[in-house]
């Protein structure tokens, strides 16, 4: 099975910083990759699909690319409201793994 | 609105069974899969498994096959995760959602609030 992997696992930046989140394929995956948030205590919510597609009312301040292996997820100016753990899921083919998570804290 | 509505807590006993369900509406209920997600305390997100309610095709993810099993009642709207012998590592928080599309498997777009199962002895 094809294993998603997700760098760093944490990380802390002011508020206004441009994050970027990495969610690498174990195969090629085309653009079968989504991002999801999850804040704490809350379900998760769906950001990106497509790799690139904006889930509608998802800020235009998230952004994702990539395309086969390696994928990313910018958050091109960060906000208090963004503190979270971000997901990445490839759904080419069963099983539609998720990554480990990357927490995202204000410093 | 595309809503799933999960049933309540569950709080169990080792080695009893239990079947959680997840009630979707304000969609077509046969034309789109939808899936269970394990998180256990503290943990990330785990696929658990798809099912298609027009068909009943299921897939499962490995670390699951054989442990849990996920079926649809297309004439109520609802999915159902059931454990035939609860373990206490059970013990997670379970969400459904729908894939948002509805030509395959895919990612979700609507999320169930989520079930605390709670297996201890």
């Known amino acids: 099975d094809i294993q998603m992997t997700q760098s760093p696992s944490s990380l802390s930046a002011s508020v206004g910083d441009r994050v970027t989140i990495t969610c690498r394929a174990s195969?090629?995956?085309?653009?079968?990759l989504a991002w999801y948030q999850q804040k704490p205590g809350k379900v998760p919510k769906l950001l990106i699909y497509g790799a690139s597609i904006l889930q509608s009312g998802v800020p235009s301040r998230f952004s994702g690319s990539g395309s086969g292996t390696d994928f990313t997820l910018t958050i091109s100016s960060l906000q208090p409201e963004d503190v979270a753990t971000y997901y990445c899921q490839k759904y080419n083919s069963a099983p539609l793994t998720f990554g480990g998570g990357t927490k995202v804290e204000i410093k | 609105e595309v809503q799933l509505v999960q049933s309540g807590a569950e709080v169990k006993k080792p080695g009893e069974s239990l079947k959680i369900s997840c009630k979707g509406s304000g969609y077509s209920f046969t034309n789109y899969w939808i899936g269970w997600v394990r998180q256990m305390p503290g943990k990330g997100l785990e696929w658990m498994g798809i099912?298609?309610?027009?068909?009943?095709?299921?897939k499962y993810s490995p670390s699951f096959q054989g442990q849990v099993t996920i079926s649809a009642d297309k004439s109520i709207t609802t999915a159902y995760l059931q454990w035939s012998s609860l373990k206490a590592s059970d013990t997670a928080m379970y969400y459904c959602?729908?894939?948002?599309?509805?030509?395959?498997?895919?990612?979700?777009?609507?999320w169930g609030q989520g079930i605390q199962v709670t297996v201890s002895s």
């Open positions: 099912i298609y309610p027009g068909d009943l095709d299921t």
């Open positions: 195969q090629g995956i085309s653009n079968y």
């Open positions: 959602a729908r894939c948002g599309h509805t030509y395959g498997a895919s990612h979700f777009d609507y």
